[in-house]
C-alpha cells in the first residue's frame, strides 16, 4: 500500500484496515511510521501524511444547551390558569376578564390587587357597601346575579398584563352560558378580554354584549366616575 493509500485510510475516524482484512487504530500504526519522518506528521496517537492534517471528530453531547434550558423554564414558570367562575342559577349577568394577574393568582382570588378597581365599581353601581373579605365580595355578586369570570383558561404570560397573554386555551363559555338559563349580558372587563372572547366564541342573539373600560391598574386614561358611569350599562337589561 503506497503512503497516500495509507494517510487515506488513516482519515476514516481514526482506523486502517490491513492487506488481510483485520483493522487496526491509527495509534497502533504510529509506532511504525516512526523512521518515516520526512513522509508523516505525528501528533499525539494521530498521524497523518505531511501536508495534510486529520480532523478529530468532536464528542458528540445529547444535553440540552443552557439556553434551551432557561426558555424551558421561563415558559413553563409564566404558564398560568384562570379560576372557577363565581356564579348560580340566579346570575344574569356574566363580567368576563382575560385571566387573573399574578397578585390574584398569589391570594386566589378575583381582582386581588389593592389597586384594581372592580369591587369597589360593583359596590357603587349596585349601591352596596364596599366587601372587606374575599367572602362578602362573593356573596355581593350572588345577590345581585352578577357572575364573574375569565375568557381565557390557561395562558403563557410574563407579569399580568394584558398585552403579554400568549397561547391561551379558553374556558368552555358556550357550556357557561348553556347552563345558566336566565343569563341577559355579558360584559367585557377591558378590550383584550373582548378580543378574546370573539377569536373563539359566536355572540348569540339572545345576549346583549358590553364593552367595558378595563378596571386594572394599568388603565389610567379613563377616571373613576365615568367608568362608574360605563359600567351602569349591564344594569339596563
Not at 130 to 156: C, F, M, Q, R, S
Amino acid at each position: 500500500m503506497t503512503t497516500q493509500q495509507i494517510a487515506d485510510e488513516l482519515n476514516k475516524n481514526g482506523w486502517y484496515q490491513k492487506k488481510d482484512g483485520s483493522t487496526i487504530q491509527a495509534f497502533q500504526i504510529h509506532g511504525r511510521t516512526r523512521n518515516y519522518a520526512n513522509i508523516f506528521d505525528r501528533d499525539g496517537s494521530t498521524v497523518s501524511l505531511i501536508g495534510r492534517a486529520v480532523t478529530k471528530a468532536k464528542p458528540v453531547t445529547t444535553s440540552q444547551p443552557k439556553t434551551v434550558e432557561k426558555i424551558v423554564k421561563a415558559i413553563s414558570t409564566n404558564t398560568k390558569t384562570s379560576f372557577d367562575p363565581i356564579s348560580n342559577s340566579d346570575t344574569t349577568i356574566l363580567i368576563l376578564g382575560t385571566m387573573p394577574g399574578d397578585k390574584s393568582l398569589e391570594l386566589g382570588e378575583y381582582y386581588g390587587h389593592p389597586r384594581n378597581k372592580f369591587w369597589k365599581i360593583i359596590s357603587i353601581i349596585t349601591e352596596n357597601n364596599l366587601p372587606l373579605t374575599y367572602t362578602d365580595k362573593k356573596e355581593l355578586l350572588l345577590k345581585t346575579k352578577i357572575g364573574i369570570w375569565d375568557v381565557a383558561h390557561k395562558a403563557n404570560r410574563k407579569g399580568s398584563l394584558d398585552s403579554a397573554i400568549e397561547d391561551e386555551e379558553p374556558n368552555d363559555l358556550d357550556n357557561f352560558i348553556a347552563r345558566h338559563k336566565n343569563l341577559k349580558v355579558i360584559g367585557f372587563n377591558g378590550t383584550k378580554s373582548q378580543a378574546l372572547f370573539d377569536k373563539y366564541f359566536d355572540r348569540q342573539s339572545g345576549l346583549k354584549y358590553i364593552s367595558l373600560p378595563s378596571t386594572s391598574p394599568a388603565n389610567t386614561g379613563i377616571d373613576f366616575d365615568n367608568i362608574c358611569k360605563q359600567w351602569r350599562q349591564i344594569l339596563t337589561k
